[in-house]
C-alpha cells in the first residue's frame, strides 16, 4: 500500500492524503488549503489525481482545513461515499455552506480588482450551491464500528477529543496475503476540554501517521484558562462594561458558552446576559444539541442533574437577525457578546467592535491563535488604533488575551500519544505541523525512546 501526500505535509493547512491498497484509491481528507489567494487558488482547484477515478473519501472532522475542498471534488466529478461520524457529517454540511458563500464573496472582490485593472473575472473555487451537493454522498459510521471502504480494506472512527463528532481512522488493509494497520490520527484534541471526551490514544497499529501542530508547545491546564476567562468577565462586569469575544463558530463558542453555563449554575458569576451573535454558530449549536453520545460523562451528568441542555441558560440568547444584532448596540448595561468571526476579519463581531472598543469600561477577549495581518492580531499586539470598516477607531477597551484554550494536543499529549504506540510499530508519520513542531517533538521522541520517526515532505509517496 502507498501513501501520497498531497497536503498538510511540512505544514498545517490542506489535509489531503491518497491512500492506494491493492486497486482501491481512497483520500483520507479534502481539506481547503489556507494561505495567500494566488497559491490557494490554483492548489485547491487541482487535484494530483483524477476525482472520478477515486472509490472512497474518508473524512476524520469537519473543519474546513480537512473538509473545505469536498464542493470542489464533487464538483469535478466524485460522486462515491465520503465517510464520516454523524456528528461531522451534520457539521460539515453547514460548514460547507458557509465556506461556499465566503468563496462566492471572495471572488466578488477579487473580480472588482481584476476589473479595474482590465483582466477577465475568475470563477469562485465552488459556490454554496455546489457545497450542497456534498452532503448526499455521506456515509456515516458511529465511533467504534468498524465498517467496509473498498474491496479488503476496512476502517473504524475512535474518538479524537477535538471537536465535535472527531475522529482518528484505524484502518485495516489486506494485501497479497498480508495485513497492514495504518492509524491515522486526524487532528489531536486534548484532555479535559469541555464538553468532549478525551482523546482515545492508538494501539495496535503497525504506522501511525499523527499530526503534530503543536509539537514544539506544551500546553497549560485547560482549566486554568477557564479561571482567566470567569476573572476577565468579572473585572468587565464590574466596571459596568461589555465584554465582546471574537470567536470561532463551531467548537470554541460552544465551549465558552458552557463555560459560562458552568460559572452561572456555580452561582460564581452575577447573573448577566450573554448573546451569541452569529448565524453559523447559531446552527453549530443546534447540531451540538442533536449529538448527545459525543458528550463526556461530567457534561452528561451536568444536564441530567440540572435537567437542562448544555448549551443553553437563562440569560443567553442566540441572536437571528441582523435587526436583533444591531439593537445590541443600543444597549448599555454589563452582558458578554460571542461573536464570529474568531480573527475578526469578517462578521458580526465587526459592529461590536467597532461600536465597544472605544469605552475604557469594556473588554476584547481574545480567545485563539490569530493570523499575522488580522484585526484580532492587532488587538492582541496592543495597537492603539485599529480600522473597522476603512475608519480609525481609537483603542480604549481593555484588550486581554487567554491562551491555551486549544483544541490540539500540546507536546506532552502528543509524546504519549507516538509512545502509545510504538511498542509495536513499525513507524511514525507525522504530518499537519510545521518544521519547528515536528523537529521538537522528533527530538522528544527520540529521548523518549521512540524511533523510526519520518516526516514526509509534500507532493511525495511512501510505500508500507
Ligand atoms: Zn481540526
Known sequence: MRIHFNGAARTVTGSQYLLEANSARILIECGLFQGRRAETYERNRSFRFDPTELDAVLLSHAHIDHSGNLPNLVKQGYGG???ATPATANLAEIMLRDSGHIQEADAVFVNKRRHERGQPPVEPLYTEADAVEVPPLFQVHPYDQPFEVAADVTAEFI???HILGSAAIRL?????GRTTRLWFSGDIGRRDLPILRDPVLPSEADYVMMECTYGDKPHRDPAEAHREFHQAVLRTVKRGGKVIIPAF????TQELVYSLHLMTAAGTLPRLPVYVDSPLAVN???IFEKHPECYDEQTLQFIKLGKHPA????????????EESKALNERKEPMVIISASGMAEAGRVLHHLKNNIDDPRNTVLIVGWQAPNTLGRRLADREKVVRIYGEEYPVKADIATIGGLSAHAGQDLLTEYARAANGRAKGIILVHGEEDAAGALRE???DAGVRRVVYPDLFTTIDL
Not at 463558530?249 to 470554541?252: I, K, M, N, Q, T
Not at 448549551?311 to 441582523?322: C, M, N, P, R
Open 444 to 446: 522528544k521522541l527520540s
Open 159 to 161: 474518538d479524537a477529543g
Open 249 to 252: 463558530a463551531v467548537g470554541r
Open 81 to 83: 461515499p465520503i465517510h
Open 311 to 322: 448549551l443553553a441558560f437563562d440569560g443567553l440568547t442566540y441572536i437571528k437577525t441582523v
Open 284 to 286: 453549530a449549536t443546534k
Open 172 to 176: 485495516e488493509v489486506r494485501e497479497r
